[in-house]
């Protein structure tokens, strides 16, 4: 009878070996889960709404205005952040009366985002320049975020990927959540 609980062990093993070398590489360079916490992308999300993260998109194209991106918050690395993308890099960004306006290369006269997923607007002003290689990120939230008009623009360097997945609460599954395109 021992050599049936020994095969069996190493079954388990080889199975379990297996599992881990498929799963760890889609784990770490292609999705990852990511949970949803905080108030600061409501209405769109809320705290422990449950997401997969699109790891490799962003290896073959730039982020793009409206994308919702999950990134490594640049003053604590180990700590995660949701945010939408309003800014692209080289654009002037201003806020004014709780309009976004965007100049760029191709719009030097600029032009005002369109944000249907905003409740309340902040009486905000401020003008931005991004670099070649920054993000303006906010949430949705604009009362109630830490974002880009606090700590400053976001590195390309810092984004892990774009919401790909909504998996939870059930109600809300889809695909490319919060986008606006």
Do not use: C
Request: hydrophobic content about 40%.
């Amino acid at each position: 009878m021992e050599p049936k609980k020994e095969n069996l062990l190493k079954e388990v093993l080889k199975f379990s070996l297996v599992a881990i070398l498929i799963v760890a590489p889609i784990r770490i360079y292609i999705a990852q889960p990511f949970i949803v916490s905080g108030s600061s992308m409501e209405p769109t999300f809320q705290t422990k709404q449950y997401l997969i993260v699109d790891q490799i998109s962003y290896r073959f194209e730039k982020p793009k205005r409206g994308e919702v991106v999950i990134f490594k918050y640049p003053n604590n690395r180990s700590i995660f952040f949701i945010k939408r993308i309003i800014g692209l890099p080289g654009e002037t960004i201003e806020m004014i009366d709780g309009k976004v306006f965007i100049k760029n290369n191709a719009l030097p006269e600029g032009f005002i985002v369109k944000e249907p997923y905003i409740n309340e607007k902040t009486d905000d002003l401020f003008t931005i320049v991004l670099g070649s290689d920054e993000y303006f990120v906010m949430g949705d939230n604009r009362m109630h975020s830490s974002d880009s008009r606090v700590w400053g623009p976001l590195d390309e360097k810092f984004i892990v990927g774009k919401a790909f997945l909504r998996l939870f609460p059930l109600n809300k599954i889809g695909i490319k959540p919060g986008h606006i395109d």
